[in-house]
T-cell receptor, first 110, second 112 residues
């Protein structure tokens, strides 16, 4: 089955700097890759997603890139703000299910 | 937030007792999922449903059963709760198996 590895597990950046979170997946048949943001005590919420026929997608300060050959995808957050502090999860869709990475706790320092 | 509710939102129970968690949706989505979330493990799939009475196991299904008798409701049952089942349980819904999943607010379960 699918296996998703996410790095780093914690990330601390200065406000205004960029943050990058990386994930690798194992199943070459996976074709949908969402990213979720989870604030403390809240539910995970989708922030951006990408399908395997697209190499990059951008939405304001966040972007996701996908390298199908290497089977990895990344989340990029630019001009980070305090409200970006949260846990971020990547996922890969395989056989009607999502398999999640272990999560990255992002802290934005003022 | 999508129309998803979970009940109860918090529960404390004792080892060996049965527990049922309910997920209710008003979106008429075909797929429903149950996950558990534990520190260091992210979200792990317990069971999912792809239609009324159609269910399948996820990666951590041992000790759990599910039922879906109506499109809008998906029940997760712990037949005999154990302390290792202390966790936060999230329900999610999606229109299809390869579409965005929307999560419910979660249920915090403590098994003493």
């Amino acid at each position: 089955g699918e296996n998703v590895e996410q790095h780093p597990s914690t990330l601390s950046v200065q406000e205004g700097d960029s943050a990058v979170i990386k994930c690798t997946y194992s199943d070459s048949a996976s074709n949908y890759f969402p990213w979720y943001k989870q604030e403390l005590g809240k539910r995970p919420q989708l922030i951006i997603d990408i399908r395997s026929n697209v190499g990059e997608k951008k939405d304001q300060r966040i972007a996701v890139t996908l390298n199908k050959t290497a089977k990895h995808f990344s989340l990029h957050i630019t001009e980070t703000q305090p409200e970006d502090s949260a846990v971020y999860f990547c996922a890969a869709s395989s056989d009607q299910k999502l398999v999640f990475g272990q999560g990255t706790r992002l802290t934005i320092n003022p | 937030d999508a129309g998803i509710t979970q009940s109860p939102r918090h529960k404390v129970t004792e080892t060996g007792t049965p527990v049922t968690l309910r997920c209710h949706q008003t979106e008429n989505h075909r797929y429903m999922y149950w996950y558990r979330q534990d520190p260091g493990h992210g979200l792990r799939l317990i069971h999912y449903s792809y239609g009324v009475k159609d269910t399948d196991k996820g990666e951590v299904s041992d000790g759990y059963s599910v039922s879906r008798s109506k499109t809008e409701d998906f029940l997760l049952t712990l037949e005999s709760a154990t302390s290792s089942q202390t966790s936060v349980y999230f329900c999610a819904i999606s229109e299809s198996g390869m579409q965005t999943q929307y999560f419910g607010p979660g249920t915090r379960l403590l098994v003493l």
